[in-house]
């Protein structure tokens, strides 16, 4: 029984690490086609959102054959409990990458405006915590989850900032209203991102060390 176990547990850690990469990939791809106004890579990307789906329904099912032909215990518990969740937020992930190209088909029908410069730190900062807190599942890696968590408040004030201009463009340039909240919502988008990001590195940490840190502060 140790060694099936053993053997599934490894299969399920490929295949949600492949969704991870599929994830990662969308949002480059999307954060690219914002910032260079790349139409035809924006439609690459809405089209490759149909894998990932696919690919997250295979996992779920997969962790749940595991729950009940094999009925695992601690270490082994954790991690099928924490694939799910994962899993989740990297489907919901691909949503939102899915999203941020359609904003970008849109604003090139719109009356062109230009992005805010704190969209492309904010872009950079969720990417790198997106990596990261795939990184953190791969080497199941609680400090570099940590890491990601603290992380987090900067993206929060770059979308402060983003909002504030926003709201003023809105006021100087009302023939320009629906392009800049368009612009408002990638910004939130990509706040999502990062909060995706957060929740997997609270999963993490779960996974190995079996301690839920939602909901509370970071030092």
Known sequence: MTKHIERQIDGLKEKILRVGTLVEEAISK??????????????RVMASDEEIDRMEVEVEEECLKILALYQPVAAD????????????????????????????????RAEPVDLPPEIRTMASLTQEMVKQCLDAVVNADPSLARQVREEDDAVDEARMQIRQKILRGIKS???????????????????????????????????????????RITD
């Open 173 to 215: 340039s009302p023939d320009r209203v629906e392009s800049l909240l368009r612009i408002n919502s990638v910004s939130k988008h990509i706040e999502r991102l990062a909060d995706m990001a957060t929740s997997i590195a609270e999963d993490v940490i779960y996974m190995v060390e079996g301690e839920i840190v939602r909901h």
């Open 77 to 108: 518990l954790r991690f099928v409990v924490a694939v799910l969740k994962i899993n989740n937020d990297l489907e919901r992930m691909g949503d939102l990458a899915r999203n941020i190209a359609k904003r970008v088909a849109q604003l090139a």
């Open 30 to 43: 999307a954060i690219t086609a914002l910032i260079n106004k790349d139409t035809a890579l924006a439609q």
